[in-house]
């Protein structure tokens, strides 16, 4: 299995558009030694992760097996009410890309299916202070490990459809073994996923072709 695992790390600003000449070069770079079985995309930048998407698209196709894996966030669901509505909101648009690239890839027959994940509360050294912190950390929190299996089993449960979302079973999605967990409704909403779709392109100049 070919994986590419790619971590966009632009800026979460839905307003203007990822550093494009470093996307081409990865998509370049990642399309050298042909077919792919999987694209992994970390970071917070959805039109980043279509523009690469399209890019790449001829090799996910030739491997007759392509999946795309796009990282959300259980914060999605918090993008009209975060504190962080840029971040949020791009979690939220990842999901939305998410469905309408399964929806388009289905309409055109092609072999390729999109899921997307989430690893719930990942703690890390450094990431939690003070007592009270550490106390919630451990009560809700999860090792960088176990937040992977999500993305893992999104990577490679054959049994998984398109447009399903992974992420831990346990209360709120902070930690727990995987499972497929709901999508905020506003996420499934096909007029907002075409334009957004058509945005991604006319920002990015790339055109998915199936």
Do not use: C, K
């Not at 299916?113 to 990942?122: D, I, K, L, R, S």
């Not at 929190?141 to 992977?148: H, L, R």
């Not at 993305?151 to 209360?171: C, F, H, K, S």
């Not at 999508?183 to 006319?202: C, F, V």
């Amino acid at each position: 299995m070919t994986t590419l695992d790619l971590d966009l790390a632009s800026p979460p600003d839905l307003a203007g558009p990822p550093d494009l000449a470093a996307v081409r070069r990865a998509a370049a770079e990642a399309a050298a030694p042909g077919p792919l079985d999987v694209l992994l995309q970390l970071g917070p930048h959805p039109l980043g992760h279509l523009a690469v998407t399209g890019l790449l698209l001829p090799n996910l196709l030739a491997s007759g097996t392509g999946r795309v894996v796009t990282v959300s966030s259980p914060a999605a669901r918090l993008a009209r009410s975060s504190r962080w509505p840029s971040y949020a909101g791009s979690m939220l648009a990842n999901l939305v890309l998410t469905v309408e690239l399964d929806r388009r890839a289905r309409a055109a027959g092609a072999p390729l299916t999109a899921v997307a994940a989430h690893p719930g509360w990942v703690t890390a050294d450094g990431q939690v202070g003070g007592a009270i912190g550490v106390a919630a950390a451990r009560l809700v929190g999860q090792s960088a490990a176990a937040g992977a299996q999500a993305l893992v089993r999104a990577a490679t449960d054959p049994g998984l459809e398109g447009g399903e979302y992974v992420g831990p079973g346990g209360p709120f999605g902070l930690h727990g073994p995987p499972r497929v967990v709901p999508m905020p409704r506003s996420a499934r909403d096909p007029a907002s996923a075409a334009r957004l779709w058509e945005d991604a392109e006319r920002v990015t100049g790339v055109v998915p072709r199936f």
